[in-house]
């Protein structure tokens, strides 16, 4: 992961992390499938945990997530079965309004930053179960977002 930091922002970069991303979840033997399209829309690929599908949106840029991306993402998610989810990672974190715009009741998506991959990279958290548990939270609070060191088991 370090390695890919200086490429953070760049289109090379954000393949690279892509592949590192899957190879991150293999890792965790998280069920999982790669970058496709479905309806002509470009979907990052997918991850299966608990039983719960979740599609997957993954930004490595050098600024934080904004509302558009939450938007854009919120809609591919909005066009797949009913219990589909989805799971934003975006390492340079989230604006304010796009964590308030990703946090509605029943909310489908779930906000993960760079504090959370680098906490299961530590082994302090497995992947899957560091899902589930902000899963528990935004399920509670209807918020889609989790701070990593609000994370408690």
Known sequence: MTELHPQAGTQAGGYAFEKWFYEFVKFFDVDHRPPYKADERQIDGSVTIEGTTYLVELKFTANQTGTGDIDSFMAKVNSKADNTMGLFVSMAGYSSVAIS??????????????????????????????????????????????PANRLSR
Not at 103 to 129: I, N, Y
């Open 101 to 146: 715009q990703a946090s509605k009741p029943r909310t489908p998506l779930l906000l993960l930053d760079a504090s959370h991959v680098f906490l299961s990279l530590q082994g302090l958290w497995e992947f899957p179960e560091l899902v589930s548990r902000v899963r528990q939270h935004a399920s509670q609070t209807s918020e889609a977002y989790l």
